[in-house]
């Protein structure tokens, strides 16, 4: 029975332990029901924590305000915000992508911004009831083997991509949410016919399905495919983690027309439980700040969508990207877009 | 021999609380899909895609199954009765796969060679790391057979082969096929490792449906389809295990099968044979994420986050390890015991659950603390809960069996004597049958250290494990960064994987020369 003895111990020991931690997060989240005390905003963030909990930390420094960040997908987080309904404990919602935010604000959750707080930002990519703002933005690009190919061998047209030149050597991430925005926009700009017969043109021709953009990226890495697509900040993320001298994937962006050069964004928005909250509204403006605006573009390579900042080095400018005037908010028909993916066969 | 008389009311009802708690993944199913309307649900299920995942989910279980019964029974019967050189050392590696979660074998192994992908790289990654379900029990088993019956079937003109086949093999069967059950249901849970390898498994179809649609009413019902599936493997294991007793019934002493001798080259073979499978199963993986870890990463790796997260890992897992253990303990000695019609129901009502993907368990908790007592939600109780919920049949399944193996005539002795039911129970069969039941709790907590979905839904806010840690980083591709949360949690989680051999060994060693009670209750069936 010592073998008993030992675990009893040892869960005596850890017990302990987890009640401490535990404990530690009771405390602050009752601290922040009591209002003299530091102010704790709940925030769920689809974005990595990796990524973002320095940004997070400058926004305690500058305005005393604590951040409780649960990170998470951005779809799943939605999906849970959506069942916690009113008893949610988020105030605020950080999404990666509009397509979260859409959801979340078609069951009823999300309230208006404060008058003015997104202002700054073009109307394309905020919501036109003013429910939610995009924070950053995020081009599509396509990356390329930069071994076996020169830039001036990429398409300049994601028409090209079913060319049988390509047979098997393209990644796509169907599953994805920027990938299914960039399809919703493609309908929008050239028509459902075109787009189902362009997606079954890459089915024909042998297109990789990947479960993230980061895998396709490494696909094409390790020169397991030519051609594949995904957003334009992975690049630069993972150049910055193993040094661009070592990458051997390149990125290359379309033709400014083409609807392959699509604009995504990560947006924000404030839970109605936490309409009035001044807190909540405050981490909102201050995303939009041109101070945390270039935090975005120093540290996560994604546009600024605040006129006034600094594009990082080497991206084409935000307003050569968009090709006819796609209103994200417009993006509302994605169930239309998976049912098209579906037919197809490659969800 | 186990008696068809009433249980006793207090049993029934706790183990009426037990399958309550581990029915409500499925009453929550039930309710998003009356949500969603007879034409959707029969859209969700008639679409052809839905009829192809199935299959492949279908075909993935049948091979890996297959694999993992194929080498894994050879492999236990190595483990129990072949004399080999270092024992104990080839126990340690059949079972520290367990250790390892899918995502991270299936992510190393795409680290080393990036052409993997497609249906056979799944199955033989999901063999590989579920393998271990199948040996430890059935090694178990083997270790405590009563050799007699061997014997006997020698004695009566068999040759050995013979008579280990249908003498002895039959009493490890049920241990083998609880194994398998248990291999069966995780491929059809697992999302990780058919993710990366492209495969079209269905739980791909339910999680497009909830990440790419936002349609919980639709994946809800593809989710029912699993349900159905997972009945299906129930069922069949309750037929391959049947009803025949466990423990010697007539006189006489039990024994330990004496070990075989091979002949070098045999032994040879033997060694290689387990060394071949340690280096699939443990050595490439680890040099994978060493590799990646050198590579480097962008922040430096900070240690007390590393320490926290480690000691949260094993904290939340222990609390729902015990509360799974204390769920299950009525359910397993009332399925042991008394068995009836409503009995087994409630078994298998608690087992229906273990083939649902994280992600709708992780749900239908959010929904049941909101509703019940929403002061608990994003607690540390509700995570312990849901990975109570989420791994019951692991602990039933070794609570059950552990309790069969003790004959009640110990209990009904200990209250001739005087004992009131309750502390005859405890004394008697309860310490019998103590290692199983730590065995299963065990199993419990390691399987909750690995486990991702449900705990970013109901983790407490700013409580990070092991495995949340490591999936925020591969979500940005950060593989230098990730690699060493990946091999802390292999190494924490292999610390219970070791105790479960040592636990078996210990129990199967004490068997010897015992003439008044019958053979200590091995650790067989960890996983029934």
């Given amino acids: ?347 | 021999m186990s008696r068809h008389g009433q249980a006793p009311r207090t049993l029934v009802a706790l183990s009426g609380v037990t399958a309550l708690v581990a029915v409500t993944p499925l009453a929550y199913l039930l309710i998003r899909v009356l949500d969603a309307g007879p034409e959707k649900i029969t859209s969700s299920l008639l679409r052809s895609r839905t009829l192809t995942t199935t299959v492949t989910s279908i075909e993935l279980v049948v091979v890996v199954v297959a694999a993992c019964l194929v080498i894994g029974v050879p492999v236990a019967w190595l483990l129990a009765r072949a004399r080999l050189p270092l024992k104990g050392l080839w126990i340690v590696l059949a079972a520290l796969p367990l250790a390892m979660p899918s995502y991270v074998a299936a992510y190393a192994w795409i680290a080393e060679f990036p052409a993997m992908s497609g249906f056979w790289a799944a199955a033989l990654i999901l063999t590989l790391v579920s393998m271990p379900y199948v040996i430890i029990p059935t090694t178990a088993a083997l270790r405590s057979i009563d050799p007699a019956m061997e014997e006997v079937a020698r004695s009566l003109g068999r040759k050995p082969w013979s008579a280990f086949w249908f003498a002895a093999m039959p009493q490890a069967w049920p241990a083998a096929a609880a194994g398998s059950l248990l291999v069966g249901l995780y491929v059809l849970s697992d999302f990780g490792a058919v993710a990366l390898f492209r495969v079209d498994a269905f739980t791909r179809v339910i999680y497009t449906s909830y990440r790419a649609s936002f349609d919980r009413t639709s994946a809800a019902v593809l989710a029912v389809v699993l349900v159905l599936l997972a009945a299906i493997l129930i069922y069949a294991e309750r037929r391959v295990r049947g009803r025949t007793a466990r423990w010697r019934t007539g006189s006489g002493s039990a024994r330990r099968a004496t070990e075989v001798d091979l002949t070098s080259r045999q032994r040879l073979m033997a060694i290689l044979a387990l060394t071949g499978l340690a280096i699939l199963g443990l050595g490439v993986p680890t040099f994978s994420l060493l590799r990646r870890l050198s590579e480097g990463a962008r922040r430096p790796l900070d240690l007390v986050e590393l320490a926290t997260a480690t000691a949260n890992s094993f904290g939340v897992s222990l609390l729902g390890s015990l509360l799974a253990v204390g769920l299950a303990l009525s359910v397993g000695v009332l399925a042991a015991r008394y068995r009836t019609r409503s009995s087994r129901a409630l078994e298998a009502v608690a087992y229906s659950g273990h083939a649902l993907p994280g992600v709708v368990v992780g749900l239908s908790l959010v929904s049941l603390t909101l509703i019940v007592r929403p002061a608990m939600y994003q607690t540390v109780a509700a995570l312990a809960l849901a990975y109570a919920v989420l791994f019951l049949p692991k602990s039933i399944g070794a609570t059950r069996t552990s309790v069969a193996m003790v004959p009640p005539v110990l209990e009904q002795t200990a209250r001739t004597l005087g004992r009131g039911p309750l502390q005859a129970w405890l004394e008697t069969t309860f310490r019998l049958s103590l290692p199983g039941i730590a065995a299963g709790g065990l199993l419990v907590l390691l399987t909750a250290m690995k486990e991702l979905p449900a705990t970013l839904m109901l983790r407490p806010t700013g409580l990070d494990t092991l495995a949340t840690e490591l999936w925020s980083r591969t979500e940005i591709a950060a593989y230098g960064a990730a690699a060493p949360y990946a091999l802390t949690l292999i190494a924490v989680a292999a610390i219970p994987a070791w105790l479960l051999t040592r636990a078996t060994d210990r129990a199967s060693r004490s068997a010897d020369g015992d003439t008044e009670a019958p053979a200590r209750p091995p650790l067989s069936t960890v996983g029934a």
């Avoid at chain 1, 594949?228 to 630069?236: A, E, F, P, S």
């Avoid at chain 1, 910055?240 to 994937?249: D, F, K, T």
């Avoid at chain 1, 400018?317 to 968009?322: C, E, F, G, Q, T």
Wanted: with cysteine.
């Fill in chain 1, 1 to 347: 029975m010592s073998c008993f003895r030992i675990t009893a111990t040892l869960a005596a020991a850890v017990l302990a332990l987890a009640a401490c931690s535990g404990g530690q997060s009771a405390t602050s989240e009752s601290a922040g029901a009591s209002a003299g005390a530091p102010q704790i905003l709940t925030v769920y963030s689809g974005r990595s924590e990796e990524l973002i909990a320095p940004l997070f930390a400058q926004f305690t420094e500058e305005t005393g305000i604590e951040l409780a960040a649960r990170y998470g997908d951005s779809a799943e987080l939605a999906a849970q915000l959506v069942e916690e309904g009113d008893a949610s404990p988020a105030a605020v919602f950080f999404s990666q992508d509009a397509g979260a935010l859409g959801a979340v604000d078609a069951a009823g959750l999300l309230a208006p911004l404060p008058a003015g707080a997104a202002d700054a930002v073009p109307p394309d990519y905020r919501a036109p009831n003013g429910h939610w703002t995009g924070v950053t933005g995020r081009g599509r690009v396509i990356a390329y083997d930069g071994e076996q190919l020169t830039a001036t061998e990429v398409p300049t047209s994601v028409f090209d991509l079913t060319d049988p030149a390509w047979k098997d050597q393209v990644g796509i991430a169907p599953t994805n949410a920027s990938f299914q925005s960039f399809v919703t926009a493609m309908r929008l700009t050239t028509g459902d016919t075109a787009t189902k017969a362009w997606l079954e043109g890459l089915v024909a021709n042998g297109v990789k399905k990947y479960e993230k953009n980061g895998l396709i990226l490494d696909a094409v890495d390790t020169g397991q495919i030519k051609l594949g697509l995904v957003n334009h900040y992975y690049w630069y993320e993972k150049a910055a983690e193993v040094g661009p001298e070592n990458m051997r994937a390149q990125v290359a962006f379309t033709a400014p027309a083409d609807p392959g050069t699509f604009v995504n964004v990560a947006g924000v928005g404030i839970l109605s439980g936490a309409a009035n909250n001044p807190a909540a509204q405050q981490f909102v403006s201050w995303l939009l700040s041109p101070s945390a605006q270039q935090w975005f573009v120093e540290n996560t390579y994604e546009y600024a969508l605040v006129p006034g900042v600094a594009q990082a080095e080497g991206l084409p400018a935000l307003d050569s990207l968009r090709g006819p005037d796609v209103p994200l908010a417009e993006l509302a028909d994605l169930p239309g877009t998976l049912m098209m993916l579906q037919d197809v066969g490659l969800l």
